[in-house]
């Protein structure tokens, strides 16, 4: 068994029940981690108190990732409540609702710096408010989506941005390596969460996915949250750079 007891982890991403971010926690919490939830802004609070009730002593915090006020703030806390911090989950991401819709040709500037300020640039300013308080080293985690790789149609200025993302968790493990501090990334393949929701073919996408992946059905948020309980674990501590896929298999298929 895992045993995260006297750990410290901060979760970026928790909107609701069916958030990879809240899977990742439970299995965190299960694992005896102390929790710290950070929710984006009121709206999100009521949701974010109410399942953070439910993960042991989680307390939460409102932060959003796109505020570098929020995050310096933020990270003054948890230094206060914690002393030091031992892993953090950055599962944000988001792109304005148009450019996940028409072709990717008609990607606008406004559309591209936001996709890659909240998706991207969060995690290089929350790893670099974390490093000073992971004293013992520490895991950092991102999730990415195979359309960073290969094009997924819709998904648009999201892929360049996810493609981004696995470059800067490279260069980040890089940058904190010599602090013991590793930085990874999840693949996990589609799941109906608040993310997906309005996507038209996502029910095909699930579908289609199912039918080719290797495992024949698709993932679920828990197993999810089982991949980072062991990237956050010693049992991860030789991995960093990594992309880790969570998607039964379905990115090795070339037919
Ligand atoms: O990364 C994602 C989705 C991230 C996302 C979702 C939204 C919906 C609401 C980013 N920005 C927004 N903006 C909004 O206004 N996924 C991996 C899920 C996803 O999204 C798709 C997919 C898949 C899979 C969009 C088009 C095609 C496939």
Do not use: W
Not at 102 to 131: M, N, W
Not at 156 to 174: D, F, H, I, P, Q
Request: aromatic share 8%.
């Amino acid at each position: 068994m895992i045993d995260l007891k006297g750990k410290v982890a901060v979760v970026f991403g928790l909107a609701n029940k069916r958030s990879i971010a809240y899977a990742i926690a439970q299995k965190l919490s299960e694992a005896g981690a102390t929790l710290a939830i950070c929710y984006q802004n009121e709206r999100l609070r009521r949701d974010a108190e109410e399942l953070a009730a439910g993960l042991g002593s989680a307390k939460t915090f409102q932060c959003d990732v796109s505020v570098d006020a929020d995050i310096d703030a933020t990270f003054a806390k948890l230094k206060e409540e914690y002393g030091k911090l031992d892993t953090v989950v950055h599962s944000v991401a988001f792109a304005p609702a148009d450019e996940l819709k028409g072709d990717f040709l008609e990607t606008t500037r406004e559309g591209f710096r936001i996709a890659h300020d909240v998706s991207v640039y969060s995690l290089i300013a929350v790893s670099r408010a974390a490093a000073p308080l992971m004293t013992d080293g520490g895991s950092i985690m991102t999730m990415t989506y195979y359309g960073a790789e290969k094009v997924v149609p819709k998904y648009n200025v999201m892929g360049v941005a996810k493609a981004a993302l696995e470059a800067t968790v490279r260069y980040l493990a890089s940058s904190l390596g010599p602090k013991g501090i590793r930085v990874n990334a999840i693949s996990a393949g589609p799941i109906k969460t608040l993310a997906a929701r309005g996507i038209g073919d996502l029910q095909k996408m699930l579908d289609a996915h199912s039918e080719r992946a290797p495992l024949h059905r698709n993932v679920e948020q828990i197993e999810v949250g089982g991949a980072a309980l062991f990237l956050a674990s010693p049992l991860a501590s030789g991995i960093t750079g990594e992309v880790m896929y969570v998607d039964c298999g379905y990115n090795i298929m070339g037919f």
